[in-house]
């Protein structure tokens, strides 16, 4: 029974936590409301069995303890009856064009970008994921009354900051969308390449991640980037399973076993990303998408399409300019052209700044420089990127690297000159 | 990832390709949406009647023996599944329950995931099915 509740929570929360949040124009308050029904099926539903509608069941109660609310506090009256109007109005069978508007009213407010990166990925997985602050807590490896504070603060900056309960126009709606999908990014990202602590990935986020933007594509169908988003998701996630060898060491990408990629994912990777490219040209989220969809259709390291995927770092770095994007142009290039026309370009990287503690820059280095067969540099650049690295078992595979590198090896090297690509690929 | 696979037993009238009423086909198209909607839904399909398939027998290495549809038991064979992601088996179930059926049964089963597989998957089996993977991807 608590099994069933929980998942019918799960399930139904964001939308009853959208609805009330509409009402009552505060999100902390809609939470709480909510919650309040949650407790009260707890309460009832082991007796009286689960509802035929529950998430109908849920959100009246939730209503009727919005209106228990406002007797106890001052309000206007024009709330009051608001509130009033909205519980004598309802029924059985909600507007699904309302329930879909509130739901992605919640989805703004929740990653509004007057709250911090961080106080919206938890607002967001909190409100539209359901997830307990254990979870979340857990998720991210931070203590769970940090994450309790984090969201208490949220809801109290969202209130102060008086931000309006409606959906962002024309003029804001590009911001909005951007600071959403970056939120989902985010998550994702968090569940697919953990950055620090003994743990590669954590494909509950990406789980989640997915949903979400899933639940988003469906909800504004008309913007490409949602589904460039999604596309790149799906895509990535593709590899969750083959990222991983057998004793637990990384495997990047063009190392991979390509069967065990999940081509259910791929084919939904690729469809999104033609929903982007339907809707028009492609934005930085669909370009990495249609990045790693070369790599998504080439069933071998060696079919990989690296002209077309150099083309595409081009366009890449003109539309969001950075030097990691300048470093992943960099590889392509290499591919295409030979390591000393990739070379070039990663040279001119070196005093980067924004890259000083990125150890993939030094590791691609690392790469070139072996085939061009300055195997001592090569070595050195390894131990530097592996020194750089926080996630215990990348250290691991570049410090081998390193040693096979060294002009002093201690098992046969392979040949230098010898066209393998350079594995720095993000996997 | 959790995900399971929902398989939808078949049924006399499904065996017989008698084809649902428009409005069966308008509540499934509706639930459906509502799957997709809540981005829980990988995949679903429907499929012929049994009368259209054949079985595979397998005894030993190379004794194949196969028998076309139909067969008999129609609640034994499968008309339909879905591929659902869900946290687990409580919420892939909240979803079944709330598809748009008045008879018949759907059976839940849950995908393995590799790490699933634990020790029964002796690195000499994880070779195997590494390299017959390696051969499916060329093969494709």
Known sequence: MRAAIDAIWRIESPKVIAGIARIMRDVGVAEDLAQDALVAALEQWPRDGIPEKPGAWL??????????????????????????TGVEEYDDMPDPEEVSDDLLRLIFIACHPVLSQQARVALTLRLLGGLTTDEIARAFLVPEPTVAQRILRAKRTLTEANVRFELPGVAERTDRLASVLEVIYLIFNEGYAATAGEHWMRPELCEEALRLGRVLAELVPNEPEVHGVVALMELQASR??????????????????????????????????????????????????????????????????????????????????????????????????????????????????ALKDYHLLPSVRGDLLKKLGRTEEASREFARAAAMTRNDRERALLEARAAASDPLPQRPETSPGESSPPRHERS | MARFVALVKATPESEAGALPSTEILEEM?????????????????????????????????????????????????VAGFWILQ?????????????????????????IFEDDDFGDALTPELRETEQRLREQAARNR
């Not at chain 1, 809707?279 to 079919?303: D, F, N, S, V």
């Not at chain 1, 083309?311 to 591919?335: C, F, H, K, T, W």
């Not at chain 2, 799957?35 to 429907?46: F, I, N, P, R, Y």
Request: proline share 5%.
């Open chain 1, 59 to 84: 959100m009246t109660a939730a209503k009727r303890r919005a209106i228990d609310h406002f007797r106890r506090i001052e309000t206007r009256e024009r709330k009051y009856a608001e509130i009033a």
């Open chain 1, 240 to 353: 969750l399973r083959a990222r991983i060898g057998r004793g637990g060491e990384p495997v990047l990408l063009l190392d991979q076993d390509r069967g065990r990629w999940d081509h259910l994912l791929i084919q939904r990777g690729l469809r999104s990303l033609a929903r982007a490219e339907e809707l028009g040209p492609l934005g930085p989220y669909a370009l990495q998408a249609a990045i790693a969809a070369c790599h998504a259709r080439a069933h071998t390291a060696e079919e990989t399409d690296w002209a077309r995927i150099a083309a595409l770092y081009d366009g890449l770095a003109q539309i969001m300019p950075s030097p990691v994007v300048e470093l992943n142009r960099a590889v392509a290039v290499s591919m295409t052209f030979g390591p000393a026309a990739g070379l070039e370009i990663i040279d001119a990287l070196t005093e980067e700044p």
């Open chain 2, 29 to 77: 198209t509706r639930y459906n949406e509502e799957l997709v909607k809540a981005g829980v839904m990988l995949a679903g399909e429907g499929l012929h009647p049994s009368s259209k398939g054949a079985r595979i027998n397998y005894s030993g290495p190379t004794s194949r023996t196969i028998t076309d549809g139909p067969f008999a038991e129609a609640k034994e064979l």
């Open chain 2, 86 to 110: 869900a946290r687990d088996l409580a919420e892939a179930l909240e979803w079944l329950k709330r598809a748009p059926f008045q008879e018949g049964e759907v059976e839940i089963r849950q």
